[in-house]
């Protein structure tokens, strides 16, 4: 078992004839991942990669029964490609794109909400299996088959951590970016609780940062509702308030959203954090009991 | 992007909010003539990317043209936490019956905007919901055009429940939602917003903060930017997120996560981040160098650390990029290289030719690397 992504998911590429898209469908093909088809309006009937172009997810979705859709398009054009794969019946969308704007996802999350598709992103890496699949931009390589679930805002930091844990022996169930921005449509919580429910994940690492309080609603859940042991780290703590750290999420505002508020919440949750990144793979030994 | 109260006046004018006729100055000569012009009392105001001008002395009253010059000259000397004051501007001091705080900002929890009114205006407004919580009422919005006239009034009436005053607040209130989504703003505010003894209401101060990721589709708004220092413009112009901080230790690195926990580990370890810089995603040598560049201006830099993990960024790229930043840039502190993932071999050969170069395998032994270059941890 993992969540969400496995050996058995087919997915389609949105945006597969640009820069990025066509750069990371090879990646996934390269790790095993069932790519069956490409999206992208006015290039139907072409090839990327050996794998055939639609004009529109409902046409690829059509040909395929695909249930996941990456997407790589233009900030400007991503909420639309969201909105059309949740109207195709897409199970799982994962919006790459960054810079999209905010109104643009309060009205798409809205959507999703009103939906019965998932929406991970924008802005973020994607998410792996390891072994089994990857749909998005993460680096294949660094990641082992394990037992441990990782949940993060961001992108390099996930994989400075994965790879941490890959070297100290820690192999992974599923690895998930859900994205820097301030609205995002999988949040902690919901990995979380996906983690919870998933019989091959044993512990959890949650890699937050500044901005926001997701992380604390979080912790919360994780006090009331988990049964499975939960690690964290939260980035960000020398970080001045009112600039914001690239992420457009990653903002201390109006006295709210400190590493330090963050950390606490997780303490008195019964979560501990790690203060640097170095001292995540012990803490997983621990909790999971083989230190 | 913080727009200047001015400029977030003539945008709320533009909605329908009445604000009063001002005009902005430069130097003294100017700010007494505007005075002049507008005859009577007036206030004179710092335009600043910050609040707390009026502590800070970037707020006076002056009686008439000779009073405007003396505060327009003092206030244009001030720096208001580490702004310096370019633009004054005048308007007519008005009379004040009762001040009112109408905002609307993105509600992160909620996933959607919310308004904020309080009958305490004038005031910190974090100050007054702190101590005094029942005295702020909060309203949720959905989406752009459902707030209802009969909502702005429900709102309206419970700052200000004088049948005389509360409409024409209420409509004050339509139009900031209004402004809020048609300029893609992140906070839109009025504090105060006044009501004068003759029962008109005003938008004495205006604040717009805009949502970075949408200037794209904000022409007008995006042309009133202003970048803090040259550097802060190249940086931007590449595609780099740059803020500059206090310490000796420039930093670049690829991902924003990946910034922090960066200037967290010097921190950790006893050094001092001279900055956050992200160089992005796809990292072409010319960011590299642009990096270098901006690091290098800051006189404080006594060490430059690289951190960088390759996924998308391929690390032979940003080893090319710093050597060629070695050949054209004259670099005098130690620079410390940790490059993983991507293409990790050939970046090391390649860095091998660079004999001012040193590496490290692991983001801890950089960081620790690094500090010891800039002079050892803090005592």
């Given at each position: 078992?993992?969540?969400l992504?496995?050996?058995?998911?087919?997915?389609?590429?949105?945006?597969?004839?640009?820069?990025?898209?066509s750069?990371?469908t090879?990646?996934?093909?390269?790790?095993?991942?069932?790519?069956?088809?490409?999206?992208?309006?006015g290039?139907?009937?072409?090839?990327?990669?050996?794998?055939?172009v639609?004009d529109?997810?409902?046409?690829?979705r059509?040909?395929?029964?695909?249930n996941?859709?990456?997407?790589?398009?233009?900030?400007?054009?991503?909420?639309?490609?969201?909105?059309?794969?949740?109207?195709?019946?897409?199970?799982?969308?994962?919006?790459?794109?960054e810079?999209?704007p905010?109104?643009d996802?309060?009205?798409?999350?809205?959507?999703?909400?009103?939906?019965?598709?998932?929406?991970?992103?924008?802005?973020?890496?994607?998410?792996?299996?390891?072994?089994?699949?990857k749909?998005?931009?993460?680096?294949?390589?660094?990641?082992?088959?394990?037992?441990v679930?990782?949940?993060?805002?961001?992108?390099?930091?996930?994989?400075?951590?994965?790879?941490?844990l890959?070297?100290?022996g820690?192999?992974?169930?599923?690895?998930?970016?859900?994205?820097?921005?301030?609205?995002?449509?999988?949040n902690?919580?919901?990995?979380?609780?996906?983690?919870?429910?998933?019989p091959?994940?044993?512990?959890?690492?949650?890699?937050?940062?500044?901005?926001?309080?997701?992380?604390?609603e979080?912790?919360?859940f994780?006090?009331s509702?988990?049964?499975?042991?939960?690690?964290?780290?939260?980035?960000?703590?020398?970080?001045?308030?009112?600039?914001?750290?690239?992420?457009?999420g990653?903002?201390?505002?109006g006295?709210?959203?400190?590493?330090?508020?963050?950390?606490?919440?997780?303490?008195?949750?019964?979560?501990?954090?790690?203060?640097?990144?170095?001292?995540?793979?012990?803490?997983?030994?621990?909790?999971?009991?083989?230190? | 992007?913080?727009?200047?109260?001015?400029?977030?006046?003539?945008?709320?004018?533009?909605?329908?909010i009445?604000?009063?006729?001002?005009?902005?100055?430069?130097?003294?000569?100017?700010?007494?003539?505007?005075?002049?012009?507008?005859?009577g009392?007036v206030?004179?105001?710092?335009?600043?990317?910050?609040?707390?001008?009026?502590?800070?002395?970037?707020?006076?009253?002056a009686?008439?043209?000779?009073?405007?010059?003396?505060?327009?000259?003092?206030?244009?000397a001030?720096?208001?936490?580490?702004?310096?004051?370019?633009?004054?501007?005048?308007?007519?001091?008005?009379?004040?019956?009762?001040?009112?705080?109408?905002?609307v900002?993105?509600?992160?929890?909620?996933?959607?905007p919310v308004?904020?009114?309080?009958a305490?205006?004038?005031?910190?407004?974090?100050?007054?919901?702190?101590?005094?919580?029942?005295k702020?009422?909060?309203?949720?919005?959905?989406?752009?055009?459902t707030?209802?006239?009969?909502?702005?009034?429900?709102?309206?009436?419970?700052?200000?429940p004088?049948?005389?005053?509360?409409?024409?607040?209420?409509?004050?209130?339509?139009?900031?939602?209004?402004?809020?989504?048609?300029?893609?703003a992140?906070?839109?505010?009025?504090?105060?917003?006044?009501?004068?003894?003759?029962g008109?209401?005003?938008?004495?101060?205006?604040?717009?903060?805009?949502?970075?990721?949408?200037?794209?589709?904000?022409?007008?708004?995006?042309?009133?930017?202003?970048?803090?220092?040259?550097?802060?413009?190249?940086?931007?112009?590449?595609?780099?997120?740059?803020?500059?901080?206090?310490?000796?230790?420039g930093?670049?690195?690829?991902?924003?996560?990946?910034?922090?926990?960066?200037?967290?580990?010097i921190?950790?370890?006893?050094?001092?981040?001279?900055?956050?810089?992200?160089?992005?995603?796809?990292?072409?040598?010319?960011?590299?160098t642009?990096?270098?560049?901006i690091?290098?201006?800051?006189?404080?830099?006594?060490?430059?650390?690289?951190?960088?993990?390759?996924?998308?960024?391929?690390?032979?790229?940003?080893?090319?990029?710093?050597?060629?930043?070695?050949?054209?840039?004259?670099?005098?502190?130690?620079?410390v290289?940790?490059?993983?993932?991507?293409?990790?071999?050939?970046?090391?050969?390649?860095?091998?030719?660079?004999?001012?170069?040193?590496?490290?395998?692991?983001?801890d032994?950089?960081?620790?690397?690094?500090?010891a270059?800039?002079?050892?941890?803090?005592?």
């Open positions: 078992m993992s969540i992504v496995d050996e058995k998911t087919q997915v389609i590429v949105q945006g597969i004839t640009g820069r990025d898209g750069f990371h090879q990646g996934m093909l390269e790790y095993g991942t069932k790519v069956v088809a490409g999206v992208t309006p290039k139907g009937g072409s090839m990327v990669h050996g794998i055939p639609h529109s997810v409902a046409e690829a059509a040909a395929t029964g695909a996941t859709s990456v997407i790589y398009v233009p900030a400007a054009y991503a909420a639309d490609a969201i909105y059309e794969a949740i109207d195709a019946g897409v199970k799982l969308v994962v919006c790459i794109s810079g999209l905010v109104n996802m309060i009205e798409v999350y809205a959507a999703v909400e009103r939906s019965s598709s998932r929406l991970i992103g924008p802005n973020c890496p994607g998410l792996i299996s390891p072994g089994k699949a749909v998005g931009i993460l680096p294949g390589f660094i990641h082992q088959p394990g037992d679930g990782v949940v993060s805002r961001s992108g390099t930091l996930t994989y400075q951590v994965v790879d941490l890959t070297r100290a820690i192999g992974q169930s599923t690895c998930i970016g859900i994205g820097g921005d301030p609205i995002i449509g999988t902690f919580l919901d990995a979380l609780e996906m983690f919870e429910n998933d091959q994940t044993k512990a959890v690492v949650m890699i937050g940062e500044i901005g926001g309080t997701d992380e604390q979080a912790a919360r994780v006090k509702s988990m049964t499975k042991p939960v690690v964290g780290f939260i980035a960000g703590r020398t970080a001045p308030p009112g600039k914001r750290m690239g992420h457009a990653a903002i201390i505002s006295g709210g959203g400190t590493a330090q508020e963050k950390t606490e919440a997780l303490n008195a949750s019964g979560i501990p954090v790690a203060r640097v990144p170095s001292d995540i793979p012990g803490l997983v030994l621990k909790v999971l009991g083989r230190g | 992007m913080n727009i200047h109260e001015y400029q977030a006046k003539d945008v709320f004018a533009g909605y329908g009445p604000v009063l006729p001002g005009k902005v100055a430069t130097t003294p000569d100017e700010a007494a003539r505007i005075a002049a012009e507008l005859g009392t206030v004179v105001k710092a335009q600043v990317h910050t609040g707390g001008r009026g502590k800070a002395g970037g707020v006076k009253l009686s008439g043209p000779e009073e405007a010059r003396r505060h327009a000259e003092a206030i244009l001030l720096n208001i936490k580490g702004h310096p004051v370019r633009t004054v501007l005048i308007v007519p001091a008005a009379e004040i019956a009762k001040e009112y705080y109408l905002a900002t993105l509600d992160r929890a909620a996933k959607r308004i904020i009114a309080s305490s205006g004038g005031m910190d407004i974090e100050e007054v919901a702190h101590r005094t919580p029942e702020i009422h909060r309203f949720h919005l959905d989406g752009p055009g707030f209802r006239s009969y909502q702005a009034r429900q709102v309206a009436a419970k700052i200000e004088r049948r005389s005053v509360f409409p024409k607040m209420a409509a004050v209130l339509e139009r900031l939602v209004e402004a809020y989504w048609a300029t893609d992140s906070l839109v505010e009025i504090n105060p917003l006044a009501l004068t003894p003759g008109d209401v005003l938008a004495l101060d205006a604040k717009i903060s805009i949502d970075d990721n949408a200037m794209y589709r904000q022409p007008r708004l995006a042309a009133f930017r202003e970048d803090e220092s040259e550097h802060a413009r190249m940086a931007r112009e590449m595609g780099l997120s740059y803020v500059p901080l206090e310490g000796t230790i930093c670049v690195v690829n991902g924003a996560g990946l910034a922090m926990a960066t200037m967290d580990l921190k950790h370890y006893g050094g001092e981040p001279a900055n956050f810089l992200d160089i992005g995603g796809s990292s072409n040598p010319e960011k590299v642009t990096a270098m560049k690091i290098l201006a800051d006189p404080e830099v006594k060490a430059i650390l690289f951190n960088i993990f390759g996924g998308i960024t391929r690390c032979d790229d940003v080893a090319r990029g710093i050597l060629l930043a070695l050949d054209g840039l004259s670099i005098k502190v130690p620079v290289v940790r490059l993983t993932g991507t293409n990790e071999e050939a970046a090391k050969a390649i860095l091998a030719q660079a004999k001012a170069v040193e590496s490290a395998d692991t983001m032994a950089a960081v620790k690397l690094v500090i270059r800039a002079g050892g941890p803090r005592a």
